[in-house]
């Protein structure tokens, strides 16, 4: 048994487009992810914002936690874009689900809805990503 079984590209009926946006979605995970891990303060405060004059340490972890499962979903978004096709919908249908809970964490009610707070990068991103997440999963269940 090999690593990586063979590829399923060629059972991928949907839209182009779709896999190729999941390998961009991919790069914009794998590279917050080093980020995340390779920063001193994990980019909290650099990029992010973040008070660090309380639980500097616990918040950096935390950081660097998120890094890490960020790299390793970031890789294996990479490897479905590329070589495992035929479930570019599920994973696109994932992340979907994944980014639309953080943008309810971010922007619901353990989040702030007032937009004159501070809101770090991540959480404009996530509104952003949502819909257009959304239509990648919809070209990739259509036929070609």
């Known amino acids: 048994m090999a690593l990586l079984p063979p590829s399923t590209n060629a059972d991928y009926g949907g839209l182009k487009v779709a896999a190729w946006g999941l390998t961009l979605i991919s790069a914009g995970t794998i590279i917050p992810a080093l980020i995340h891990i390779g920063l001193p303060d994990g980019g909290a ?36 874009s590329l070589r495992y096709r035929a479930i570019v919908p599920l994973a696109l249908a994932l992340l ?14 353990k989040g702030s809805q007032d937009l004159t707070v501070h809101h770090p990068p991540e959480a404009w991103i996530t509104l952003g990503a949502v819909p257009v997440l959304l239509l990648l999963l919809f070209l990739s269940l259509r036929s070609r």
Do not use: C, K, Y
Not at 59 to 77: E, H, K, N, P, R
Not at 102 to 108: I, L, R, V
């Open 96 to 109: 979907s689900l994944e980014r639309s809970l953080h943008a309810w964490h971010m922007w619901g009610p």
């Open 45 to 80: 405060g650099v990029i992010g914002g973040l008070d660090l004059s309380h639980s500097r340490e616990t918040i950096i972890s935390l950081f660097a936690w998120a890094g890490t499962t960020q790299l390793v979903w970031g890789l294996m978004l990479l490897a479905i």
